[in-house]
């Protein structure tokens, strides 16, 4: 049971234009969500989080949106740069599950020059 | 530097052998947790720790072994019964719901 999917393995943009990579959940309980970004042979690194209280959170490029209704949330990267391509990492965590993250499948970024 | 430390990078292993995964943290994290990345499948929580000489089995413990006799330390044995052992690991450390986790760097584990 994939309780965090994102449904895109793969996204290719061009460097300047914006990147939306999404995310959709279908545990209600969930009410923390956070983004990763991660590059080959290394560990994920924290990118921006969202707690269930906001609908939106931003930090320099980087803009989480979260709809409640819904149960998605979306990442936007913009602009694109080359350094930004790397796996993305939706994950969520709720008060039943304390700190214990449940990630999703991850999207690849290619941003091209 | 605090930070959470993973060795070997990369390790090699027959086929049959068991072999420990260490993973070492000097955040003062209470939680410590052991994921397992395979391509196209994200990361499957094997099993985590909330609180030293305590653990829980995650999503995909069997074949598996974790201790916790320390709160810096919790290393990860892939043991035999594992049967596709060859994967990217990684351990990560927490302090809480709402600050998410710091990861390691990962070991690739190759098993021939």
């Known amino acids: 049971d994939q309780q965090v999917k994102q449904n895109s393995p793969s996204l290719s943009v061009q460097e300047g234009r914006i990147s939306i990579l999404n995310c959709d959940y279908t545990?209600?309980?969930?009410?923390?969500f956070l983004w990763y970004k991660k590059y080959p042979a290394e560990g994920p690194t924290f990118l921006i989080s969202?707690?269930?209280?906001?609908d939106k959170n931003e930090d320099g490029r980087f803009t989480v949106f979260l709809n409640k209704s819904a149960k998605h949330l979306s990442l936007h990267i913009v602009p694109s740069q080359p350094g930004d391509s790397a796996v993305y990492f939706c994950a969520a965590s709720g008060v039943a599950s304390g700190s214990r993250l449940t990630f999703g499948e991850g999207t690849q970024l290619t941003v091209n020059p | 530097d605090g930070g959470i430390t993973q060795s070997p990078k990369y390790l090699f292993r027959k086929e049959g052998q068991n072999v420990t995964l260490s993973c070492e943290q000097n955040l003062n994290h209470d939680a410590m947790y052991w994921y397992r990345q395979d391509p196209g499948q994200g990361l499957r929580l094997i099993y985590y720790s909330q609180i030293v000489n305590d653990f829980q089995k995650g999503d995909i413990a069997e074949g598996y072994s974790v201790s916790r006799e320390k709160k810096e330390s919790f290393p990860l044995t892939v043991t035999s019964a594992q049967k596709n052992p060859t994967a990217f690991y990684l351990c990560a450390s927490s302090t809480g719901q709402f600050y998410g986790y710091t990861f390691g760097s990962g070991t690739r584990l190759t098993v021939v």
């Open positions: 969202i707690s269930s209280i906001k």
């Open positions: 545990n209600s309980m969930f009410d923390y």
